[in-house]
């Protein structure tokens, strides 16, 4: 089913044709129709599926004809890196129409922010914390607000926005359309999404998450310890060519950072620790191809979108499956392939294990030949069962999805809509 079939203005079909988006992806045409008739929507969306298209394209649609003036959409989101994401999405699919757009969130000045809510763009995309600075103040009154979009909602629950959320709701109108994205339904977001919504149309809703199918997943046993020279040896051996590294803590974001710097490997990091602009001039740099290696910890793991990006690597391994299954989700965007690859120390067997049946799988285990593991060699982790693959050696096919090793993926692919 092409774009054209959900009857988008002309002007977001040139604009849509013009990133290169061949045909909708499958949240895409399940959440557009319903929510350009004016229903709620509630979808169970994964990382990377395009639901951001999925929002903003029937929004778009719908006051591309209105006057100008007034805000009309406001678009919620817990990270810094997500709202800056959202708002270059919206502007690139809506570069043919006169609908503005502004990003509102801590690190940076509120003055440009307060002349977007006075001038009275299109579209604002928030942060909770700051959009709640702001409304303390009478010039960010959005009386004429039509559209209310919560996204990563499960996100917000988990870094303490449930309150806040709650705080906004008080000050924008009650009658509106209200679009909620989660990739995963505990149960105070399923409470929230009853005092929300009304006869929404739901989507994916009973769907187990899963990383995207593109993604070929693999384990590294290694001691703790070992971690930063085994990353060390991928990168220098040319098997990982470019990669996002996810860390447990700051300190061993910027500890991560300086050992590869120091060696050579062209790398900066991301991290609440790190101003705004520092933030946004490393995320660039990764994704010019400046830096090779991009060092994050999960409080930007869902405001990270990188087109074509060929590794995830977990360094650590994250507490709960779901941090796990977003994070792989940085690669394998939009049904591209990607490699993700996670570092597992004896003390995190419980923690893989977790995810392992969470994802309904055993990841296949990679060694590399001529790697110095330590005195105890290579780490014993969760014996296969007799089912099982067999461990993999690095290269073969379970491991290296088909030859990734040696080319970065970052551009020239054909896409479908984010």
């Keep these: 089913m092409p774009f054209a079939s959900f009857g988008l203005h002309p002007s977001l079909l040139k604009g849509i044709k013009e990133l290169g988006f061949t045909r909708p992806t499958p949240i895409q045409d399940e959440a557009i129709p319903p929510a350009l008739e004016g229903r709620d929507v509630l979808a169970c969306a994964t990382t990377g599926s395009g639901k951001t298209a999925a929002f903003l394209l029937p929004i778009l649609h719908q ?74 103040a009478p010039y960010a009154k959005l009386r004429g607000l039509e559209f209310l979009v919560l996204d990563e909602a499960d996100r917000m629950l988990d870094m303490g926005f449930l309150p806040d959320i709650k705080r906004i709701l008080k000050h924008i109108p009650a009658r509106r359309q209200t679009l909620f994205f989660s990739a995963t339904m505990p149960p105070p977001i399923a409470e929230l999404t009853r005092e929300l919504l009304h006869d929404p149309a739901t989507i994916n809703l009973a769907r187990q998450a899963a990383p995207a199918v593109g993604i070929t997943q693999a384990v590294y046993p290694v001691a703790g310890e070992r971690k930063a020279p085994l990353l060390l040896t991928l990168l220098e051996s040319g098997e990982i060519v470019d990669a996002l590294v996810f860390t447990r803590t700051k300190h061993r974001a910027d ?95 419980a923690d893989l294990a977790r995810i392992e049946r969470a994802i309904g799988k055993r990841l296949p285990r990679v060694t590399v030949p001529d790697f110095d593991y330590g005195p105890q060699g290579v780490p014993s982790v969760t014996p296969p069962t007799p089912k099982s693959p067999r461990p993999a050696q690095r290269g073969s096919s379970a491991a290296a999805g088909g030859g990734a090793r040696g080319r970065s993926r970052r551009g020239g692919r054909s896409r479908r809509g984010r």
């Design 63 to 136: 006051i591309h004809d209105s006057p100008g003036g007034t805000t009309r959409a406001l678009v919620i989101t817990p990270t810094r890196e997500l709202a800056a994401q959202i708002l270059e999405d919206l502007n690139d699919l809506a570069v043919h129409t006169p609908i503005t757009g502004a990003a509102v969130f801590g690190g940076v000045g509120m003055g440009a922010q307060e002349h977007a809510f006075r001038s009275g763009v299109g579209v604002i995309v928030a942060t909770p914390g700051r959009l709640l600075d702001h409304f303390r």
């Design 255 to 349: 500890r991560l950072a300086q050992f590869l710097i120091q060696r050579r490997i062209k790398a900066e990091r991301i991290h609440g620790n790190r101003s705004q602009s520092q933030r946004t001039a490393a995320l660039a740099g990764f994704k010019s191809g400046k830096h090779r290696v991009l060092v994050a910890t999960d409080v930007a793991a869902r405001g990270i979108d990188i087109e074509a990006l060929g590794h995830v690597v977990n360094f650590d391994v994250p507490k709960v499956p779901e941090d796990y299954i977003h994070r792989v989700g940085r690669t394998a965007r939009a049904e591209l392939t990607g490699d993700a690859f996670t570092f597992v120390s004896h003390e995190e067997e």
